[in-house]
Structures are given as structure tokens and as C-alpha cells.
């Protein structure tokens, strides 16, 4: 079945430096999900990207879709302690729309 | 509106015994999904809803049962629980393609 990568599977910065996570299919994704999920705490929608190309920012937060429609990453400008948690990009390119769920980054942020 | 509410919010079980886990959503979301999460493998699909009375099978659907008799009501069901079933398991609602919105989960212990 579809497969989404995710890297790295661990991420630890200093509060203020940048940070990036990245998703890799090997086929097309019709759609990218990312979603947020705090330590104890249940996954948090953030932001679809749908359109090939397409770049959505949050605040600190930008969403880029590939060319190719086959990767998609999340840059935190700046970490705030906030940022600790998480981070899971999903497709939804499975029958019937049921979500393929990336293995995740746990992002550390120290103060 | 609840959102997604799931009980109980912890177990302790047996090896061999059953158990139903509860999930139930107040924004009328035609699809409903079951999720279990373990560390470093992200969270994987086990059953999911379109629809009362439409069921179908996830990535890792052996050892669970699952029924919609209701749009609102999700139950999971552990026939005969294993070692193995220990995780934290999600239940999540959605209208379509869109945001998935995930229950506050149930941390299983399987002895």
C-alpha cells in the first residue's frame, strides 16, 4: 500500500534556530495532511496542501508541496518552546480517503 | 459540540480477555477511523467508517472488530486481547477529504 516517509525521525534545537521535517513518496500524493500532536496528547490538524507547488504559511510555520507532488516538508522559522511535539504529515490518497499517517518527527526544543 | 470523546481513557487487560473500546462524535462526520500508535511507527489504520452500517478493514486490522449501527457511535472491539495490542489507540472523524478531528485516546496495557 502507499507509503509516506518521514525524516528525521528526531529533531533537537535550540529555541530560536530553525527547523524542518520532511515527507518522500514514491507515488503520487492526491493530498498532504500535517498535523501536530503535544507529548500525552492526541494528533491536531494543521494545514492541507492539495495543489502541485503550493507553499501555506502559519505565523512561523511554512507548508510546501513538491513540483511533483511526491514530498512535502514543514520549516518552523525560530522554535519556541510551544513547538514541542510531534509532527505527522498523512495522505490521503487510499480508497475510500482513509489516511497513510508518516512515522512521525519528535521535535525537542531546548530553552 | 464534545467533538470526538473516547472511554476509558486507560486499561488494564489480561491476555485473553475481551474489551470494547468507546468512541463517539457529536459533528455528524460521515467517516470515522480507528487508529493505534506505537513508538517510532507512527499511527496506523486499523478499521474505518464511510458511513452507518458501511465498515472495511485498515493496515493492521487482525484482533479487532469493529460496527457502526449509528453515525455517532464507533465501538473497537478486542475479542481476546494479546501482548501485542498494548498501544494508545485513537479514534478520529472526518467529513470527506478533510481535517481529521482525533479523540483524546485510550492507553491499553495488555499483560
Given at each position: 500500500?502507499?507509503?509516506?516517509?518521514?525524516?528525521?525521525?528526531?529533531?533537537?534545537?535550540?529555541?530560536?534556530?530553525?527547523?524542518?521535517?520532511?515527507?518522500?513518496?514514491?507515488?503520487?500524493l492526491s493530498n498532504i495532511q500535517?498535523?501536530?500532536?503535544?507529548?500525552?496528547?492526541?494528533?491536531?490538524?494543521?494545514?492541507q496542501l492539495v495543489?502541485?507547488?503550493?507553499?501555506?504559511?502559519?505565523?512561523?510555520?511554512?507548508?510546501?508541496?513538491?513540483?511533483?507532488?511526491?514530498?512535502?516538508?514543514?520549516?518552523?522559522?525560530?522554535?519556541?518552546?510551544?513547538?514541542?511535539?510531534?509532527?505527522?504529515?498523512?495522505d490521503s490518497s487510499?480508497?475510500?480517503?482513509?489516511?497513510?499517517?508518516?512515522?512521525?518527527?519528535?521535535?525537542?526544543?531546548?530553552? | 459540540?464534545?467533538?470526538?470523546?473516547?472511554?476509558?481513557?486507560?486499561?488494564?487487560?489480561?491476555?485473553?480477555?475481551?474489551?470494547?473500546?468507546?468512541?463517539?462524535?457529536?459533528?455528524?462526520?460521515?467517516?470515522?477511523?480507528?487508529?493505534?500508535?506505537?513508538?517510532?511507527?507512527?499511527?496506523?489504520?486499523?478499521?474505518?467508517?464511510?458511513?452507518?452500517?458501511?465498515?472495511?478493514?485498515?493496515?493492521?486490522?487482525?484482533?479487532?472488530?469493529?460496527?457502526?449501527?449509528?453515525?455517532?457511535?464507533?465501538?473497537?472491539?478486542?475479542?481476546?486481547?494479546?501482548?501485542?495490542?498494548?498501544?494508545?489507540?485513537?479514534?478520529?472523524?472526518?467529513?470527506?477529504q478533510?481535517?481529521?478531528?482525533?479523540?483524546?485516546?485510550?492507553?491499553?496495557?495488555?499483560?
Amino acid at each position: 500500500g502507499q507509503q509516506v516517509m518521514q525524516i528525521p525521525q528526531y529533531q533537537h534545537v535550540q529555541e530560536g534556530e530553525d527547523f524542518t521535517t520532511y515527507c518522500n513518496s514514491s507515488t503520487t500524493l492526491s493530498n498532504i495532511q500535517w498535523y501536530k500532536q503535544r507529548p500525552g496528547g492526541h494528533p491536531v490538524f494543521l494545514i492541507q496542501l492539495v495543489k502541485s507547488g503550493e507553499v501555506k504559511k502559519q505565523k512561523r510555520l511554512t507548508f510546501q508541496f513538491g513540483e511533483a507532488k511526491k514530498n512535502s516538508s514543514l520549516h518552523i522559522t525560530a522554535t519556541q518552546t510551544t513547538d514541542v511535539g510531534t509532527y505527522f504529515c498523512a495522505d490521503s490518497s487510499g480508497s475510500a480517503r482513509q489516511l497513510t499517517f508518516g512515522s512521525g518527527t519528535q521535535l525537542t526544543v531546548l530553552p | 459540540n464534545a467533538g470526538v470523546t473516547q472511554t476509558p481513557k486507560f486499561q488494564v487487560l489480561k491476555t485473553g480477555q475481551s474489551m470494547t473500546l468507546q468512541c463517539a462524535q457529536d459533528m455528524n462526520h460521515e467517516y470515522m477511523s480507528w487508529y493505534r500508535q506505537d513508538p517510532g511507527m507512527g499511527l496506523r489504520l486499523i478499521h474505518y467508517s464511510v458511513g452507518a452500517g458501511i465498515t472495511d478493514q485498515g493496515e493492521v486490522p487482525n484482533g479487532y472488530n469493529v460496527s457502526r449501527s449509528t453515525t455517532e457511535d464507533f465501538p473497537l472491539r478486542l475479542l481476546s486481547a494479546a501482548p501485542s495490542q498494548t498501544s494508545v489507540y485513537f479514534c478520529a472523524s472526518s467529513r470527506g477529504q478533510e481535517t481529521q478531528y482525533f479523540g483524546p485516546g485510550t492507553r491499553l496495557l495488555v499483560l
